[in-house]
């Protein structure tokens, strides 16, 4: 153990200063086997498995550490807001140099004064209807304006700009700073909103801040601030604390994020979203364009084909096609005919000439003709001693009766 010369100004580091003073406290019997009493607040459970809370009263705030095989054994629920007694052991963290309550058993004492108190006042504004969900307004999906109440120091405001910036530049951010802490805050926090809904007349209304305790965190369960947030002409996105801190602002506003950060991209779109439905949007406009002109384009086609239709020239060239088809009928049905009516001709002399004389005398058959030419057609008209010419298919010869 470091020795300290008494009454001798000596110049040590700081990690020596706080290694002795860890082991002035491990070295007290009363700070090594201690049962302290108060309330829970900013309780974190890592994923290692230990557990971190503090432990408070009015006036004092004490940190609390539970490791992981501690906590396996420790079966009472924690939460924020409860009164427990604690038994373990008290030590300083060299990294921090803090001191802290390393725990390794509990025993529940009740709730907190400040529990209770935010218990009542939400049964009661429940009650009047201000956390219904039917009061809720939606949050616009393109803000113009966004107001913000928050601290203008704090590391909220700085994460919330630079979330608004990366995901929507579009939106004009108007600053209504606030205390978030203090006694002076549950004023400041209503006047803000009061200032942004008269004035600005945002779209939609931030209130954030950063984590803390129950005793932080505990302007934004004012009465004044809830009935402020409920009474907003904007709509109202909380974002305070962490994950697992709920205020009754919380309960009042139009929309909880779990932090500040989660408030300014509930608020905004994202503008590569924006920019990829654009992109959607310009294509599906191409598209109904051109389907619009090829419609327009068959419709220009379709009119001046019916156009050219009913043109005189139109008229002159169909009826000219028409003559010219009727013409080609014609001389078909002609040709047609005259084909036919040579083989009735040639059918005809066929006949003709298989009936004609000649042909006759080439079937053995003669003409007889008497003196005067007249053909002899009976023995009547002939007489003994006449003398008759005699014609066959070959030439002619005279004859005489006998």
Known sequence: MLQLPLHTSISISVSEITHYLRQLMESDPIMQDVWIQGEVSNLSRPSSGHIYFTLKDANSALRCVIWKSAALRIRTPLQNGQLIEAHGYISLYERDGAYQLYVDTLKMGGEGELFQAFLRLKTRLEAEGLFEAGRKRPIPARPNRIGVVTS?????????????TLRYRLAEVILAPSAVQGQEAPGEIVSAIKRLNQVVKPDVIILARGGGSLEDLWAFNDENVVRAVAASAAPVITGIGHETDFTLADFAADLRAPTPTGAAVAATPDQSDLSASLQGLSAD??????????????????????????????????????????????????????????????????????????????????????????????????????????????????VGVK
């Open 152 to 164: 203008k120091t704090g590391a909220a405001l700085q994460d919330m700009l630079n979330t608004l």
């Open 285 to 398: 406009l191409a598209s109904i364009m051109l389907d619009k002109l090829q419609n327009l384009r068959q419709a220009l086609n379709q009119s001046w084909s019916d156009l050219q239709r009913q043109s005189p020239l139109y008229q002159v060239q169909n009826d000219r096609q028409r003559l010219d088809d009727m013409l080609m009928r014609l001389e078909r049905t002609t040709r047609q005919k005259m084909v036919l009516e040579k083989a009735r001709l040639e059918g005809a002399l066929k006949r003709l000439d298989a009936l004609g004389p000649q042909s006759v005398l080439k079937r053995g058959y003669a003409i007889v003709t008497g003196v005067d030419g007249r053909v002899i057609r009976q023995a009547s008209q002939v007489a003994a001693g006449d003398c008759l010419t005699v014609q066959v298919s070959d030439g002619k010869f005279n």
